[in-house]
């Protein structure tokens, strides 16, 4: 075979001098007159191309390997064990080959489809989807979950973002694009993901349950993406590609509300950048589509828009101390709800929003990281009193935590040796602990060195706040003996 360079002489010698024979052209170049013939009959430069070996071993199952792989689409990893199963010796490695020079470019040629781009009208359609990305949040890199709603014909979009992708999550973030567009679109295009479906089979598919039951609540008909086919929801993929580049990449948050407010502000810069595809910008096409927007459910008493109440384990009944319990930690919730069901619902997976069956949002309360923690709101307890009540083990032990805890420093330990002497009823005698002090703490000092004759104590040296003001610098267990005895 002739090197490049002689190719290219003898197609020079040939175009200058068109009346220059092969045989000349062979004879100034010192190559076969047939060579020459050749290199003007192509106008490829030559190239060394190897003869395709056939593996002997693969061989006796090609017929088989064809079908698993281009009919049954199966990966090549099972069809590698099923062929271990038939007596193959061969290796993967010549398996994994030889499927990607024979059989790869015939599959790769069966997926390729051309499609038609499809508009829908103002209203029709909107799509969701989330994305996860490992973001720089403070000191440490975040898993952090992105959602995304965009109206198809105006292309106007409501970022989110959450710290989890639960169902909760997924159809908070729903809501809050629902409410951010003020309406609704006739369909709701989704992907196949175990929150919308359960099976994604053409014989068998099967929604989720309580994605329909969502959908019937904002009366919005669910539309799924069938496997393997991205550009029927492209408008909702596409976007998380500029996202990524152009606001998460190289970026360090210094917290998570940060990266929403920051989310936010990334998000009003792009709907009010034009569009390549409609020529102007999603905020000025929104304004068109607002209008034909379907209205939000709304309660009528309070003419509020009403949120949906689907998964039945976030469903709490308050306790008689006013408190509900979710993730190993108790929060508490306004009195007036005692004994009644609420329904909870994580945000974002940083906080906790407790709501009435109504619909009324009662609380939010920062989620603990770790467990058996209590978090009270004190307001939650104003115009509320019962004395004639034991209260829990936990609200009593949050109240001497709040009293005692800088202090003194044995009050766990307290409460474990309380909990294994009174094993059968601790909540009653901790209350009656608390009950005491708290009465000690409101009788006045001439009455208190009646009973104890003990000298008076510097405001500096008291051990504890109290409502009065002449308290003591004692040990608290010893202020509970000695209380006993006045009272």
């Known amino acids: 075979m002739i090197s490049m360079e002689d190719w290219v002489t003898i197609r020079t010698l040939k175009a200058r001098n068109p009346m220059l024979g092969s045989r000349a052209i062979a004879g100034l170049l010192g190559i076969s007159r047939n060579t020459v013939k050749s290199a003007l009959a192509s106008d490829k430069a030559p190239q060394y191309e190897r003869e395709k070996a056939v593996n002997p071993e693969i061989q006796p199952y090609a017929e088989f390997v064809t079908e698993a792989y281009l009919a049954k689409q199966q990966r090549v990893s099972r069809i590698f064990a099923d062929l271990r199963s038939k007596g193959f010796t061969g290796s993967r490695s010549a398996l994994y080959r030889w499927i990607e020079e024979e059989l790869k470019p015939k599959r790769d040629a069966q997926r390729a489809q051309a499609f038609q781009p499809y508009e829908t009208k103002p209203g029709e359609q909107m799509q969701y989807d989330w994305t996860e990305y490992r973001v720089p949040i403070g000191e440490a890199v975040s898993r952090v979950y992105v959602h995304l709603a965009i109206l198809g014909y105006s292309r106007y979009k409501c970022f989110d973002a959450s710290l ?10 729903l809501e809050e694009s629902f409410f951010a567009f003020q309406g609704l679109a006739e369909r709701l295009q989704v992907d196949n993901a ?5 099976n994604a089979s053409k014989d068998q598919f099967r ?5 329909l039951q969502f959908c019937g609540f904002f009366s919005i008909e669910p539309c ?59 905020a000025e096409l929104f304004e068109m589509e607002r209008k034909v927007l379907r209205p939000l459910p709304r309660d009528p008493s309070t003419d509020a828009p009403k949120r949906f109440v689907g998964v039945a384990e976030q469903v709490r009944t308050v306790s008689s101390d006013c408190l509900i319990s979710w993730g190993g ?13 609420v329904w909870i619902r994580i945000r974002k997976g940083t906080s906790l929003e407790v709501y009435s069956q109504k619909g009324t949002l009662l609380a939010t309360h920062p989620l603990c990281t770790g467990k058996g923690q209590v978090v009270v709101q004190q307001e939650h307890y104003r115009g509320y009193r019962k004395q004639d009540e034991a209260e829990s083990f936990d609200m009593s032990a949050h109240k001497l935590r709040a009293r005692f805890h800088e202090r003194y420093a044995r009050l766990e330990e307290f409460f474990s ?15 009656r602990i608390v009950r005491i002090f708290e009465r000690v703490l409101s009788v006045s000092m001439r009455e208190f060195r009646r009973g104890r004759r003990m000298p008076r104590v510097p405001p500096a040296e008291r051990g504890f706040p109290c409502r009065s003001t002449a308290a003591i610098s004692l040990d608290p267990w010893q ?6 005895q006045v009272l």
């Open 164 to 173: 989890c992708v639960s169902q909760g999550d997924v159809f908070y973030a």
């Open 194 to 198: 175990k929150v919308f479906v359960l």
């Open 417 to 431: 040796c309380l909990r294994a002497q009174k094993r059968f009823n601790p909540d009653h005698h901790l209350a």
């Open 224 to 282: 799924r993406s069938a496997p393997y086919h991205p550009w029927s929801k492209g408008k909702v993929e596409k976007p998380f590609e500029h996202l990524e580049t152009h606001f998460i990449q190289g970026t360090r948050f210094e917290s998570f509300q940060q990266f929403l407010l920051k989310l936010k502000e990334y998000e009003a810069q792009v709907n009010a950048t034009v569009h390549s595809v409609t020529h102007k910008s999603p």
């Open 207 to 211: 929604w989720n349950p309580k994605f």
């Open 479 to 484: 202020v509970v003996r000695r209380a006993v």
């Open 329 to 341: 930690n108790r929060y508490s919730v306004p009195h007036v709800f005692v004994t009644r069901q």
